[in-house]
């Protein structure tokens, strides 16, 4: 890199890649801007449309970085207000000065944003932690190195140093190839997989317009980021003497972690999270299928049908492998208990 860093305002940085600059453009930066970011965090500036490379928008982090090319990244301005801490329950797994590992409710949404800038998980953590938090991680997502979406439960771990913060960031961008780092999940779907275990690779990108939806993309599309799920059926609810049935309870193993990864997934295999309105909507009417204890259960049962109940990773500073699981929630196993005597 010949000319590291000019900084043309406040809140612009502008690199040029020297002769040597080689692979993809978000590891190239990650190393570039040394401590300052994450892999995570320079990703996620890029699908926010803040990074340039020779004056071209930057649309995919898998581009690769030529010598010469000049890259400049716009970094947000400080989002105002900053949020508060808010005395909100936390079910704490486990904490130390480096970080904390709690069991997230359903209906928890993890950080500040359009629609619910109270009430998170980030406003819970401040007012338990302090200023013992991560600020890397920006002003609304102090510590966050993974994420939930509201409606699923299950084990995070938070950071609450910046070393602590770089190391678990990469131990998630790695998706545990090389490393401890392991996640679980349970899932009741609708129906059962062809196969009893399998893994499901199929890139996933935007869908439209929409910010936050995924779909299925071929490989070559130019948003499509890889996407592998390994799934395990666990438990049939209503089996048939054809081997077809019901429901089932799945295990989901990330290989990488996209947004919605999972959801997308088994409803791309044809069986959707039971509760997914996003992508098992069209599923709904299956309901009628069930005994009435069961058609009850999951007529009540509003969200997707998903919980995080294991997390395994090293910890940054004993690099022990520190492992947890969180028991499935009350209104998931309402919905499991009634499946299971049908």
């Known amino acids: 890199m010949t000319d590291p860093f000019n900084e043309a305002a406040a809140s612009r940085k502008e690199l040029i890649a020297g002769d040597d600059a080689e692979g993809r453009i978000d590891a190239w930066l990650t190393a570039a ?34 010598p010469g090319d000049t890259v400049i990244i716009d970094l947000p301005a400080p989002e105002d207000p900053q949020p508060k801490g808010e005395d909100i329950p936390l079910e704490v797994l486990y904490e130390d000065s480096d970080l904390i590992v709690i069991a997230k409710p359903p209906g928890l949404v993890v950080h500040p944003g359009a629609g619910n800038w109270n009430g998170t998980l980030v406003n819970a953590l401040i007012y338990h932690c302090g200023d013992t938090l991560s600020g890397i991680g920006g002003v609304k997502r102090p510590g966050i190195v993974h994420r939930l979406d509201k409606d699923t439960s299950g084990v995070m771990v938070v950071a609450k140093n910046d070393i602590a913060h770089r190391h678990l960031s990469d131990q998630f961008a790695d998706h545990g190839r090389t490393g401890p780092l392991e996640r679980a999940y349970r899932a009741v779907v609708w129906g059962r997989p062809r196969s009893l275990a399998g893994t499901i690779d199929a890139a996933l990108g935007r869908s439209g317009a929409d910010r ?47 947004t919605h990864q999972i959801r997308v997934h088994m409803a ?6 039971i509760g997914d309105q996003e992508y098992g909507a069209a599923f709904k009417t299956k309901a009628n299928l069930l005994s009435e204890d069961a058609k009850r259960a999951v007529n009540k049962f509003h969200r997707q049908a998903l919980h995080a109940y294991l997390l395994a990773f090293e910890h940054p500073t004993t690099g022990k492998t520190m492992r947890f699981e969180a028991p499935i929630p009350a209104d998931l196993q309402k919905v499991i208990d009634a499946l299971k005597v049908m």
């Open 33 to 66: 801007l040394g401590a300052e970011f994450s892999r995570n965090r320079v990703k996620a500036l890029i699908e926010q449309g803040a990074v340039q490379v020779n004056a071209v928008l930057l649309e995919s982090p898998n581009r690769k970085i030529k």
């Open 212 to 258: 936050t939806k995924r779909t299925v993309k071929r490989e070559d599309t130019d948003d499509a980021r890889e996407a592998i799920t390994h799934y395990t059926v666990l438990e049939r609810y209503g089996e048939k003497p054809d081997a077809t049935c019901l429901a089932s309870l799945v295990e989901c193993r990330l290989e990488t972690g996209r």
């Open 268 to 273: 791309h295999i044809g069986n959707p999270l």
